[in-house]
C-alpha cells in the first residue's frame, strides 16, 4: 500500500511544477513586452518555486 504522505508530496511537487512552468511562459511575455522592475520580481518569485521544489524532492 502507497504512503499517502509521498502522493500528497508528489501531487505538490506536480503542482508547482505546473506554477513554475506558467510564471515561465508568463516571464517569457514580459521580456518582449515589459519594464526590467516587473521580470525582476518574477524573477526572485521563480527562484523562491525552485527553492521550494529541491527541498521537497530531496525530502521523499
Do not use: C, E, H, W
Not at 30 to 50: A, E, G, R
Amino acid at each position: 500500500q502507497p504512503d499517502p504522505s509521498q502522493f500528497v508530496s508528489g501531487t505538490a511537487i506536480l503542482v508547482l511544477s505546473y506554477f513554475r512552468f506558467m510564471l515561465f511562459s508568463f516571464y517569457v511575455q514580459l521580456i518582449f513586452d515589459s519594464s526590467s522592475f516587473n521580470i525582476f520580481i518574477l524573477y526572485s518569485l521563480t527562484f523562491k518555486l525552485d527553492k521550494i521544489i529541491i527541498t521537497k524532492i530531496s525530502k521523499t
